[in-house]
């Protein structure tokens, strides 16, 4: 039996990785440690709700004492931090709420384990922690010259990727922030020999996503017959992951990733914004049959500031070292999120009228 302390684990990433591995593994116990920020949201672990392997644990991860108890109650042999601040607009409206969470937060996270598995002989015993970070600490690509049409490069063999040496160059806040916190991984791995590991994904999309982000905010938008607001020109690009491919990595790199290592994970989804957009508004016609959801409902609005125009990843490392890749194609993925979403209109409409906070406040007393 195995225990794992899954941080941000009511965000959409982590929610699906806490399914993942209660679906996987009979002998798992996981622990959900989860501050419910907007982004936080039970109603996505609703199927695991009365699963006995499965506690969930309303607190902060800036809160030592909270950190600590959690460790000393439930002794986890793995923990898995996803908990952050994620949305790029954000950081750039309001930069100290990601400077708290995202690097505080981590340096906390970190003291709390370090302190709880010291055997007093230098070492750590088994337990491993995994810190989920982001392509985005690389900061940004080239857009190659000859493009296909949905934006994927026309000769793949012949351009830049992000490698796990790629040196970190990040531009938002929240790069900045994930950025940071990676370095504070590495140096307590470095000083200490705390055992720690990090992996750096690209763009993931699937179910359970905020409507904030890109593809959830088009799908939410097209079904409201509202306007789809793409920035700049359109032509940047993302690495897009497909939410299940990501679960499976992270379980992967947390029991058999080398500690002190960075670990991509992505590759070879490349899509321009604009190619997401056109395919979601032909899609949900085609299946609606609503006939008014088309190209007219794009608007091309001002861009976002310091724009990142490409990611790209290398997936070789953990190919080779791990035997991952990225099983979904982006048409596959992106037909099964579309449906997802429309087989789920409650879910979206909870999270888009504030049902769950509300939830939330009486549960919890958070507003
Ligand atoms: P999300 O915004 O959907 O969820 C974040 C979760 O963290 C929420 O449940 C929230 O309540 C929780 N949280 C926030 N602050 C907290 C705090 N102080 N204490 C405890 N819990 C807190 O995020 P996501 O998209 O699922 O991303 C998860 C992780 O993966 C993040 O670290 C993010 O940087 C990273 N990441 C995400 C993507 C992506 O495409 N979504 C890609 C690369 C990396
Ligand atoms: O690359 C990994 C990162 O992917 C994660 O670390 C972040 O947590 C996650 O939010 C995501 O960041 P992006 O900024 O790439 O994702 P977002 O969905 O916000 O935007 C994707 C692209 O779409 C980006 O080029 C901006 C553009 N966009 C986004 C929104 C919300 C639009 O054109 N219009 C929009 O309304």
């Known amino acids: 039996m195995k225990t794992y302390l899954v941080t941000g684990g009511a965000g959409f990433i982590g929610s699906n990785f806490i399914l993942y591995m209660l679906r996987k593994y009979n002998d798992v116990e996981i622990v959900n440690y989860d501050a419910l920020t907007y982004a936080g949201n039970l109603e996505n672990l609703a199927a695991a709700e009365n699963d006995p392997r499965y506690v969930f644990v309303n607190a902060d991860i800036r809160d030592s004492e909270s950190v600590a108890g959690a460790l000393v109650a439930h002794q986890p042999d793995y923990v898995i931090n996803f908990a952050a601040e994620s949305h790029v607009d954000r950081s750039i409206d309001s930069p100290g709420i990601f400077a708290d969470t995202n690097v505080m937060g981590t340096v906390n996270m970190l003291n709390s384990c370090r302190a709880a598995w010291d055997d007093g002989k230098g070492g750590f015993g088994s337990h491993r922690y ?163 959801i088309d190209e007219r409902l794009i608007a091309y609005v001002t861009d976002r500031k310091g724009h990142d125009r490409r990611y790209g990843m290398a997936p070789d490392k953990i190919k080779t070292e791990l035997g991952w890749y990225p099983k979904t194609p982006f048409e596959e993925g992106i037909i099964k999120t579309i449906d997802w979403y429309l087989d789920n209109p409650e879910w979206i409409r909870h999270v888009t009228s504030g049902i769950y906070q509300q939830y939330y406040e009486k549960m919890y007393g958070q507003d």
């Open 130 to 292: 995994l810190q989920v970070s982001t392509d985005e600490v690389y900061g940004s690509l080239e857009i190659p010259h000859n493009l296909c049409a949905d934006g994927s490069p026309r000769h793949p063999d012949r351009i830049e990727y992000f490698k796990e040496t790629t040196p970190l160059n990040p531009h938002s806040p929240y790069s900045a922030s994930k950025a940071s916190a990676d370095l504070f991984v590495k140096a307590y791995h470095d000083t200490y020999g705390f055992p720690a590991l990090i992996s750096r994904c690209s763009n993931n999309y699937g179910p359970y996503q905020f409507p904030e982000k890109l593809i959830p905010l088009m799908i939410h938008n097209a079904l409201q017959h509202k306007t789809l607001p793409v920035y700049g020109d359109g032509m940047n690009v993302r690495d897009w992951l497909y939410v299940e491919d990501h679960c499976r990595a992270i379980d992967l790199i947390a029991t058999d990733g080398r500690l002190g290592e960075v670990y991509n994970v992505g590759g070879h989804n490349e899509r321009t914004n604009i190619y997401i957009v056109k395919t979601i508004l032909k899609k949900i016609a085609e299946t609606t049959g609503d006939k008014t």
